[in-house]
T-cell receptor, first 113, second 113 residues
Framework: DAKTTQPTSMDCAEGRAANLPCNHSTISGNEYVYWYRQIHSQGPQYIIHGLKNNETNEMASLIITEDRKSSTLILPHATLRDTAVYYCIVRLSSGGSQGNLIFGKGTKLSVKP | DAGITQSPRHKVTETGTPVTLRCHQTENHRYMYWYRQDPGHGLRLIHYSYGVKDTDKGEVSDGYSVSRSKTEDFLLTLESATSSQTSVYFC????????????FGPGTRLTVT
């Protein structure tokens, strides 16, 4: 079972920031938070991941709370092409099957003109 | 995009026939994975490989076998296809286990009639 809780769906206006929340209250010290998205009929696309500190790349920012029990993915200027299902995944950093990704149901983000 | 191709992209087959799906990568990544995606279940791991001839089972491995004779190729075989194996199959690769992202292929849509 997925170790994360996300809202089923969210809307965002084009050009505005999209803030996608994720709860992972049972996260352990050696588990990372990963974000992927899946645009309709395509394979999942890696966005960003982090352990404790906030992270930023060309696609998004990841804000992790100090207690690490929740995080927020921020798309700073959402476009129509960002409409997708967004998955928040908690994953061990060690090897074996425990290190594999477990996808939950995700959040369907709809960016509207 | 990561150099991952899947073949075929679409296949319709009859119950009881063997089916082999191929994943090919040009990235020289050590780890390769097969997932299936079904409505209401998200993505689920079938099998993964951590090197040539080194494979292990995932969450939903019953009815599937895999082989990896070369770094670049990971084959998924349904020995005797059933209607419950109708799904979209995604291959993924990662450089190593641990805090490394997985990159996904475009998917294969398999229909078993």
């Amino acid at each position: 079972d997925a170790k994360t809780t996300q809202p089923t769906s969210m809307d965002c206006a084009e050009g505005r920031a999209a803030n996608l929340p994720c709860n992972h209250s049972t996260i352990s010290g050696n588990e990372y938070v990963y974000w992927y998205r899946q645009i309709h009929s395509q394979g999942p696309q890696y966005i960003i991941h982090g352990l404790k500190n906030n992270e930023t790349n060309e696609m998004a920012s990841l804000i992790i709370t100090e207690d690490r029990k929740s995080s927020t993915l921020i798309l700073p200027h959402a476009t129509l092409r960002d409409t997708a299902v967004y998955y928040c995944i908690v994953r061990l950093s060690s090897g074996g099957s425990q290190g594999n990704l477990i996808f939950g149901k995700g959040t369907k983000l709809s960016v509207k003109p | 995009d990561a150099g991952i191709t899947q073949s075929p992209r679409h296949k319709v087959t009859e119950t009881g026939t063997p089916v082999t799906l191929r994943c090919h990568q040009t990235e020289n990544h050590r780890y390769m994975y097969w997932y299936r995606q079904d409505p209401g279940h998200g993505l689920r791991l079938i099998h993964y490989s951590y090197g040539v001839k080194d494979t292990d089972k995932g969450e939903v491995s019953d009815g599937y076998s895999v082989s990896r004779s070369k770094t670049e190729d990971f084959l998924l075989t349904l020995e005797s296809a059933t209607s419950s194996q109708t799904s979209v199959y995604f291959c993924a690769i990662s450089w190593d286990i641990g805090a490394y992202e997985q990159y996904f292929g475009p998917g294969t849509r398999l229909t078993v009639t």
